[in-house]
């Protein structure tokens, strides 16, 4: 009866609304829901406004040590505009019932959660997910993700995170898409497509939230959450463009970060939310808090509660997540004069937009569909494509010996902490998954082999030899199952195990849970103890195969030079151990490409590919000049570069020809080469194109990617890669933070990675 009747209510003041409100705001001209969401709004109270930019936590997990109560009565009284972490359709449907017909206006709530990389069907972290270069398969992972998500009662994900970054020390990095700003753009547009799809409206669809906004991927020393300070200059050129990506991209709602830029924090910058985000990218949706985003502001010593949670409204948030400061504290912030009225409609109507978006006004419960969650969850078929999709994940980065692939009835000694560990598989942040249903390495090669080969197991060694550093790594789950053994016993019986074997697949690096959130690593090379543990399986003789699973690019500078093949393999996901097999056995022929620097050791931190020239350049190749830009212990490349990947085929690549040297204005360039596949392998490669603007009224990065294609290339065959270049694959933000081009002088590069590039020069004229 109370929904008849609010639906009646919006019916008529929608039809007085649209005579009193000509020109009143940009959201009434420009939403075509403007006059709704005014019908709506005139039913409500002040205190009912301030609850709809309340988004407590609750149900199945939370990210912090906040935790709200008396939920269900807040929602009763109109204090909740949203709920996050909550799951399972039916949960959903009996809270939102709650809230449609148990209070006084009905007004739905929107359900979100963190589907990072898939929802129970889980897809390589997104660090590895980075790696297909493969922007149809990024977006059918956001799909599929999207579907099962929403199947399940959810309608809004906080993802994708596009923070940009060069510091493997910091956790999050593996939340990311590694360091590149181009790359990393062409992502976020990717998952918000996937997403968000074409109709909002639809029930598999759900609102993408781009974070964190911004810079949060560059803390001083690779420590979450610490301190950002950046030139703006370097902000819009390298670390702003994937956020402004996803905006172009049509995201629905944007998350603040913690972290300060330019000595304000970003929930309360309203330069940040409000002049950038809205003014010059032209933003339409909401803005969210992190976790008790506004609270820690006082932390950061800007002011009380009343003070942060007034500059966080004033700023552009719209909406609090957990902290509970907006609702407690802004009818206070209004009496004070900190705040207006106007400001709280504003958030306000950008909530109910959203929620008129996904079409909740008009089936609240539309996502509650109990059908639907028995039946495209997890499915087979979901399972093949994040299968598929991991494999196209890994990255080979040595095969000396052509070790890999291996024989399907070899004998195989399995050795290493993780190799038959089923809940670290999936990677961090994979909240909904069902850890125990993941494909460990051991069930994957299994698998692959039947009763072809024999398979042998030893663990040979802990994650870690720090057993208290081992207990914080997994203090939220996802057990290491930590050997009491001595290390000598261990390492001697996977010796044994190695010398009864044809050939060693040791599985190394660190466990899910060493990356993520709050997971910082002052030490990113491969621990020590397992350092030793391989140090006594090579002086078996017996040929080895490193997979390194890991949620950040470990230093491995000794394991390169020693160990004969590597597979670099940042997490992939529910389907782990088949997609693993699936490579070390050849039923896959690797693709993937790294989208980060791989260092030589943690001091060489940050490293990655675009960095600018100095005025003491080390000239290319060379190590050691004293008084240039170098190091006394270490030379300036990393130990892998950006965009670097081996494949079981033989790429042979031609000489890059251009379609003209000179240019004028708005000419089109195009740039080919010939790719040759010399292998006895059909195989895919990535052909890589890079520019650098050779003299600029400001610095310029000594090449950056512009361009990039993924094709399948069978064994003796040739293809002619082309790409296409104009003036505005030549624009950056120059030192007034105009987004121009330059005429002069350009190096165009194309080739297998940012280190093996043919190179051609052209002079681009007005």
């Known amino acids: 009866m109370k929904k008849t009747y609010i639906v009646l209510l919006i019916i008529t003041l929608t039809v007085l609304s649209c005579s009193q409100r000509e020109g009143?705001?940009?959201?009434?001209?420009?939403?075509?829901?403007?006059?709704?969401?005014?019908?709506?709004?005139?039913?409500?109270?002040?205190?009912?406004?301030?609850?709809?930019?309340?988004?407590?936590?609750?149900?199945?997990?939370?990210?912090?040590?906040?935790?709200?109560?008396?939920?269900?009565?807040?929602?009763?009284?109109?204090?909740?505009?949203?709920?996050?972490?909550?799951?399972?359709?039916?949960?959903?449907?009996?809270?939102?019932?709650?809230?449609?017909?148990?209070?006084?206006?009905?007004?739905?709530?929107?359900?979100?959660?963190?589907?990072?990389?898939?929802?129970?069907?889980?897809?390589?972290?997104?660090?590895?997910?980075?790696?297909?270069?493969?922007?149809?398969?990024?977006?059918?992972?956001?799909?599929?993700?999207?579907?099962?998500?929403?199947?399940?009662?959810?309608?809004?994900?906080?993802?994708?995170?596009?923070?940009?970054?060069?510091?493997?020390?910091?956790?999050?990095?593996?939340?990311?898409?590694?360091?590149?700003?181009?790359?990393?753009?062409?992502?976020?547009?990717?998952?918000?497509?996937?997403?968000?799809?074409?109709?909002?409206?639809?029930?598999?669809?759900?609102?993408?939230?781009?974070?964190?906004?911004?810079?949060?991927?560059?803390?001083?020393?690779?420590?979450?959450?610490?301190?950002?300070?950046?030139?703006?200059?370097?902000?819009?050129?390298?670390?702003?463009?994937?956020?402004?990506?996803?905006?172009?991209?049509?995201?629905?709602?944007?998350?603040?970060?913690?972290?300060?830029?330019?000595?304000?924090?970003?929930?309360?910058?309203?330069?940040?939310?409000?002049?950038?985000?809205?003014?010059?990218?032209?933003f339409d949706g909401f803005v969210v808090t992190d976790y008790t985003g506004i609270n820690e502001m006082v932390d950061h010593g800007i002011g009380d509660t009343l003070t942060v949670a007034a500059r966080a409204l004033d700023a552009g948030i719209d909406m609090d997540m957990v902290s509970d400061a907006l609702l407690d504290q802004t009818k206070n912030a209004i009496e004070q004069g900190l705040v207006t009225e106007a400001q709280v409609n504003q958030a306000c109507r950008r909530i109910l937009e959203a929620k008129f978006k996904l079409g909740l006004f008009d089936d609240p419960y539309k996502y509650c569909n109990l059908d639907r969650a028995k039946t495209e969850i997890f499915t087979t078929a979901n399972r093949q494509k994040a299968r598929e999709t991991a494999a196209e994940s890994i990255v080979l980065l040595k095969n000396e010996g052509k070790i890999l692939p291996l024989n399907k009835s070899s004998k195989i000694a399995l050795i290493g902490p993780l190799a038959n560990n089923v809940e670290n598989m999936a990677g961090t942040w994979s909240v909904a998954g069902d850890f125990t249903k993941s494909v460990s390495i051991m069930q994957g090669l299994k698998n692959a082999v039947g009763k072809n080969a024999t398979i042998q197991y030893a663990r040979g060694c802990n994650v870690v030899g720090d057993a208290d550093l081992e207990s914080r790594i997994s203090i939220f789950g996802k057990p290491t199952y930590r050997d009491e053994r001595s290390e000598a016993e261990m390492i001697g019986e996977a010796v044994r195990v190695a010398r009864s074997s044809d050939v060693v697949v040791a599985v190394i690096g660190e466990a899910s849970e060493s990356s993520g959130e709050s997971s910082s690593m002052s030490n990113i090379e491969i621990p020590e103890n397992q350092r030793r543990m391989m140090e006594a399986l090579l002086k078996t003789g017996k040929p080895i195969v490193a997979v390194v699973l890991a949620g950040r690019p470990l230093a491995m500078k000794w394991e390169s030079e020693n160990i004969p093949s590597i597979l670099n393999v940042f997490f992939a996901g529910s389907e782990a151990g088949d997609a693993i097999a699936d490579v070390l056995f050849g039923d896959v022929n690797p693709s993937g490409k790294l989208s980060v620097s791989i260092p030589q050791n943690t001091g060489q931190i940050p490293i990655y590919y675009n960095h600018k020239r100095t005025g003491r350049p080390l000239p290319e190749g060379q190590w050691f000049q004293k008084f240039k830009s170098n190091y006394l212990d270490v030379s300036n490349q990393p130990l892998y570069p950006f965009g670097y990947g081996l494949s079981y085929s033989d790429f042979e690549y031609g000489t890059l020809h251009l379609s003209a040297t000179e240019l004028t204005g708005n000419q089109t360039l195009t740039a080919s080469m010939e790719v040759t596949n010399k292998g006895d392998l059909d195989g895919k490669e990535v052909v890589q194109l890079y520019i650098r603007d050779v003299v600029g009224s400001v610095t310029r990065p000594v090449k950056e990617l512009k361009g990039f294609q993924k094709v399948l290339i069978k064994a003796g065959e040739s293809k002619k890669v082309t790409f296409e270049i104009t003036p505005e694959d030549l624009k950056f933000y120059n030192y007034e933070l105009n987004y121009v081009w330059e005429p002069g002088a350009f190096e165009i590069m194309v080739g297998t990675n940012s280190e093996d590039l043919d190179i051609a020069t052209i002079n681009w004229s007005r």
């Open 24 to 282: 009143n705001q940009k959201l009434s001209n420009e939403s075509p829901y403007a006059a709704r969401i005014d019908s709506v709004m005139a039913l409500m109270t002040l205190e009912e406004k301030i609850g709809q930019l309340n988004l407590p936590a609750a149900g199945d997990i939370n990210t912090g040590l906040a935790q709200s109560t008396g939920i269900v009565a807040k929602i009763k009284e109109g204090k909740v505009g949203g709920l996050f972490n909550i799951r399972t359709a039916e949960k959903i449907r009996q809270t939102q019932q709650v809230a449609v017909e148990e209070t006084r206006l009905g007004i739905p709530l929107i359900f979100g959660m963190d589907v990072i990389h898939g929802y129970k069907t889980l897809f390589p972290i997104p660090l590895g997910m980075s790696c297909v270069w493969d922007m149809d398969l990024v977006e059918q992972s956001a799909r599929l993700a999207a579907n099962e998500a929403t199947a399940d009662g959810i309608a809004w994900t906080f993802s994708p995170m596009v923070d940009v970054s060069r510091d493997p020390r910091w956790g999050r990095i593996s939340e990311g898409s590694g360091e590149d700003t181009y790359l990393g753009s062409e992502i976020a547009k990717a998952m918000v497509r996937g997403y968000q799809g074409d109709d909002l409206t639809a029930n598999n669809t759900m609102l993408s939230c781009v974070k964190h906004y911004a810079l949060y991927g560059a803390p001083e020393a690779g420590r979450d959450y610490n301190t950002v300070d950046m030139s703006r200059i370097r902000m819009y050129n390298e670390y702003f463009p994937p956020y402004k990506a996803a905006v172009d991209a049509g995201v629905g709602s944007v998350m603040a970060s913690f972290n300060e830029v330019d000595g304000v924090p970003a929930t309360a910058n309203k330069w940040l939310m409000t002049e950038v985000l809205r003014n010059q990218w032209g």
